[in-house]
């Protein structure tokens, strides 16, 4: 599943121009008018129906795209059009007469001879068309990379719920675009246990987990993401995994061979020595997978 830094690239390609597809760069499309468009699977519209979509789009200009959390957030002059990708969605910018990616689940075409294709293989991406982005939004946690959210923040929080690390860090509304991914790589760098429990966590450590996430974040979106998958394109990320899709083979601090375990029905990877865990710091002390 595209996660922050995957989401991110999409909405900055989006919105500046010059991501790479198919070994051309993609243009800008703000400012662009919606003309027509069509919508090829109609599961992939959450809301509104189809009839009020294609009453509403037509003639709004795209004036800014955003990201929120693993959403992105396209802001017309009347309304917010967001997509969800879930499991492999993905976003193109293609001149009109292009031949349409496989799986086109949705389209739009704008002024200046382009066209928004929202591509989806297994279906499972969603589209809204709002008035107001917080009745879809508004339950997402704090975004990892604001500012504004600070160590002393994420201590709280961490603090106010008795949970293991790893299924609270998937959780969005506690925080809002992290996935599996960067959920090991963080915890990794952070030298904590997936399964310890947030209640646990000194000062110290929320410290060295703010800033992991923080690091991983934002050098999966300087990598543009990471393509393991071939629902994934562009991203490297991939060949700077300390952890994640990397059992067997050796931790790049200690040399321990690194170990996957099942948490939450996530696949979930570690080393053993670099992220100890102790009896007292967990209710489960481990978990078949």
């Not at 993905?90 to 001149?95: E, F, M, T, V």
């Not at 509304?173 to 991914?181: H, S, V, Y």
Request: charged share 25%.
């Amino acid at each position: 599943m595209p996660e922050l830094p995957e989401v991110e690239t999409i909405a900055r390609a989006l919105r500046q121009g010059g991501r790479l597809l198919d070994g051309r760069q993609t243009p800008s499309i703000l400012g662009l008018e919606i003309q027509s468009g069509k919508l090829l699977w109609e599961r992939s519209l959450a809301q509104p129906t189809p009839s009020e979509l294609w009453q509403r789009l037509p003639g709004q200009r795209i004036q800014d795209i955003n990201r929120r959390g693993k959403f992105i957030v396209l802001s017309l002059n009347r309304d917010h059009l967001l997509f969800h990708l879930r499991m492999s969605g993905d976003l193109y910018a293609l001149p009109q007469p292009d031949v349409l990616p496989d799986y086109t689940r949705f389209l739009l075409d704008l002024s200046g001879g382009l066209r928004l294709v929202f591509a989806d293989a297994r279906k499972f991406g969603r589209i809204w068309l709002t008035q107001d982005p917080q009745t879809v939004l508004g339950n997402l946690g704090p975004e990892p990379l604001d500012e504004r959210f600070t160590a002393a923040d994420l201590f709280e929080r961490l603090h106010a719920r008795r949970r293991q690390l790893k299924p609270l860090l998937l959780d969005q509304t506690f925080l809002a675009g992290i996935g599996n991914i960067y959920a090991d790589e963080a915890l990794h760098l952070a030298r904590l246990h997936p399964l310890r429990l947030s209640t646990s966590l000194s000062m110290e450590e929320v410290q060295r987990l703010w800033a992991a996430t923080r690091h991983v974040l934002e050098e999966g979106i300087r990598r543009n993401g990471a393509s393991i998958d071939w629902v994934y394109r562009g991203g490297d990320f991939q060949n700077s995994f300390r952890v994640y899709h990397r059992v067997g083979q050796p931790c790049p601090l200690c040399g321990t061979p690194i170990e996957r375990i099942q948490v939450g029905q996530r696949g979930t990877h570690f080393c053993p020595y670099c992220q100890p865990l102790d009896r007292n710091e967990t209710e489960i002390r481990s978990i078949p997978g």
